[in-house]
């Protein structure tokens, strides 16, 4: 088996591909306002797990095996629209990110699988340019960059020109911090025609908040980063979530979209933990840790009952593993 490089040349076809690739976290918009002409930017993380894992085949006709498998099916249909190639493949999922959790899961099956289509015919593959026909990237350019390259990313909104939005800052996370997921298995977050009309009804983004937020993400939480300073990247990505989940509150029920997920953060703030949130919609939250076994024993502290499970998951700084047999 070979790995290939993600970058934007044709290659010779293959008769198997196999793609794994990882979730995304978003920790928040910069800019809801849009005032500068530029409107969303986000900042988010590539994490190890969950993730996806497909395998494609050449096949008679198309056909799909496993989980999501009619979601699969339209990814694939669209993939090979827009290759101008025949979608006589055979998709085997082997697992899939919860969908509608907050991990950017649809991105990540539609990019995974039409990476698998375009590798079958020696097509390029551009994430970039598959995210209008499979309609992904909308408002935030962090899941086609953690398909493509990994890390802590931020983009730049969008333009008038309605492409997706361009990456703008792109670090490394450091390898010994941690995050730990609570995942409310009981519920899904805002989708769909819900999300639609929670971003035509809210009011506008005060530009005060707006600027206050692009300033912690430049001065404090990229920072942070780059020196390895978990308290000080923790605070800023709090703080970033309150004012993003304080305006979407009246389409989510609160700050956050769970009860039980909001119950398990306050008990990490009650422990002096400075970073924790709710990636997206939701319902998933997140505690950022500064090392694996903080972040062990962070779990081992929080009420277990309910419809909550925990996951510890690190960052992921290389995008979509994409790998061949002839």
Known sequence: MGEVPQRNTATAPSSIVRVEAPARLHFGFLDLH???????????????????ALTARRSAHLSVTGAEAERVRGYA????????????????????????AGFGSGTQLALAVAAALARLGGHAFSAAAFS???DR?????????????GGLIVDGGRGGDGGPPPVIARLSYPEAWRIVLILDQSMAGVHGTREVEAFRDLP??????????????LMQVLPAVALAEPQGFGAGITRIQDLIG???APHQGGRYASAAVAQALAQAAAQGVPGYGQSSWGPTGFVLMPSEAEASALVESLDRGGP???LIARGRNTGASITTAD
Request: hydrophobic share 40%.
């Open 34 to 52: 849009g005032g500068l002409g530029r409107r969303f930017g986000s900042i988010g993380l590539a994490i190890d797990a969950p993730s996806v």
């Open 77 to 100: 249909r669209d993939a090979a629209d827009h290759l101008g190639q025949p979608d006589s493949v055979a998709i085997e999922v082997e697992r899939t990110i919860p969908a509608h």
């Open 132 to 134: 209008s026909s499979l």
């Open 137 to 149: 990237g909308n408002r935030s350019g962090v899941g086609l960059s953690a398909f493509t390259e």
């Open 204 to 217: 506008r983004f005060p530009e005060a908040q707006a600027a206050e937020i692009c300033r912690i993400v």
């Open 246 to 248: 304080d305006h979407f």
């Open 308 to 310: 909550l499970r925990f």
